[in-house]
Nanobody, 115 residues
Framework: QVQLVESGGGLVQAGGSLRLSCLASRSISSIHVMGWYRQAPGMQRELVAVRTAGGSTNYADSVKGRFTISRDNTENTVYLQMSSLKPEDTAVYYC?????????WGQGTQVTVSS
């Protein structure tokens, strides 16, 4: 298992940028899939971006071209670089690790985009 802690959320103006960080309690080099999900008020949690240990990525259509996920195995950290933010990006963002079909989650970090 692994513990995950997100940071970097905050309040930004539409069109601005934020970089979220997810620090893991152990090495992430052997974790095949790590990613970011988000949950907006009154909505279900949805996938934002995932990245495999081999380097492949997948993004939700709504964030393609604006968000970038990366993994730093040396620092046991996963990042989500968010640019050209829109009000509809407002949500709590959660870090996720999938290990042998079990999901592990961080506590979440709030991102609010004002218009």
């Amino acid at each position: 298992q692994v513990q995950l802690v997100e940071s970097g959320g905050g309040l930004v103006q539409a069109g601005g940028s934020l970089r979220l960080s997810c620090l893991a309690s152990r090495s992430i080099s052997s974790i095949h899939v790590m990613g970011w999900y988000r949950q907006a008020p009154g909505m279900q949690r949805e996938l934002v971006a995932v990245r495999t240990a081999g380097g492949s990525t997948n993004y939700a259509d709504s964030v393609k071209g604006r968000f970038t996920i990366s993994r730093d195995n040396t620092e046991n950290t996963v990042y989500l670089q968010m640019s050209s933010l829109k009000p509809e990006d407002t949500a709590v963002y959660y870090c996720n690790a999938k290990i042998y079909n079990s999901n592990y989650w961080g506590q979440g970090t709030q991102v609010t985009v004002s218009s």
